[in-house]
T-cell receptor, first 114, second 120 residues
Framework: ETGVTQTPRHLVMGMTNKKSLKCEQH?????MYWYKQSAKKPLELMFV???????ENNSVPSRFSPECPNSSHLFLHLHTLQPEDSALYLC?????????????FGPGTRLTVL | AQTVTQSQPEMSVQEAETVTLSCTYD???????LFWYKQPPSRQMILVIR??????QNATENRFSVNFQKAAKSFSLKISDSQLGDAAMYFC?????????????????FGQGTILTVHP
């Protein structure tokens, strides 16, 4: 695997389910991000981890719980979601070795909450 | 807070022609970075081109170039010799640099996106 991978690619869950999204980066980066992409809205930054420490939490409801066990892996644990949480969830990573700190994105997980 | 505005929800272009996608942003910072990302129907967001605010020369990557007007806070993307594979949603993004424990990471603010259709 190369770049940033995300699993699963598609997920359908009920409001009472608990599920997790997984992201893995194979680029040696030291920062990882979760974004939410809803129809007709700009990408919304949810969480940022830098060196495995959460450094940004943009007022995300507690039903979303991130976890970064090491610099290559990032999880988003989901529980008691609402239908309005249905969206494309994108993971990204970046490295401060580049002055641009450009982010590389995974293919996303399409989440549908019934 | 920074904001990024893409005023064109949709654009279309004929194959082999040139198209320009507009982007404006609002910031009080003097040093920052700007990006254009492409998201084809496959959904993978791909970096197209990047620009440093303190570089006056416009960035160019093959058929893609930007017109960066710092005073006007404008950052448009020009696609020359358009190809069918250029069809995608294009996002303009602004990067703030934030330091956390001595390590910087890039917080991106995205525009709403422009859907580009390429006609054969």
């Amino acid at each position: 695997e190369t770049g940033v991978t995300q699993t699963p690619r598609h997920l359908v869950m009920g409001m009472t389910n608990k599920k997790s999204l997984k992201c893995e980066q194979h680029l040696g980066h030291n920062a990882m991000y979760w974004y939410k992409q809803s129809a007709k809205k700009p990408l919304e930054l949810m969480f940022v981890y830098s060196l495995e420490e959460r450094v940004e939490n943009n007022s995300v409801p507690s039903r979303f719980s991130p976890e970064c066990p090491n610099s290559s892996h990032l999880f988003l644990h989901l529980h008691t979601l609402q239908p309005e949480d249905s969206a494309l969830y994108l993971c990204a990573s970046s490295s401060d070795s580049s002055s641009y700190n450009e982010q590389f994105f995974g293919p996303g997980t399409r989440l549908t909450v019934l | 807070a920074q904001t990024v505005t893409q005023s064109q929800p949709e654009m279309s272009v004929q194959e082999a022609e040139t198209v320009t996608l507009s982007c404006t942003y609002d910031t009080s910072e003097s040093d920052y970075y700007l990006f254009w990302y492409k998201q084809p129907p496959s959904r993978q967001m791909i970096l197209v081109i990047r620009q440093e605010a303190y570089k006056q020369q416009n960035a160019t990557e093959n058929r893609f170039s930007v017109n960066f007007q710092k005073a006007a806070k404008s950052f448009s993307l020009k696609i020359s010799d358009s190809q069918l594979g250029d069809a995608a949603m294009y996002f303009c993004a602004y990067r703030s640099a934030i330091n956390a424990g001595g390590t910087s990471y890039g917080k991106l603010t995205f525009g709403q996106g422009t859907i580009l259709t390429v006609h054969p």
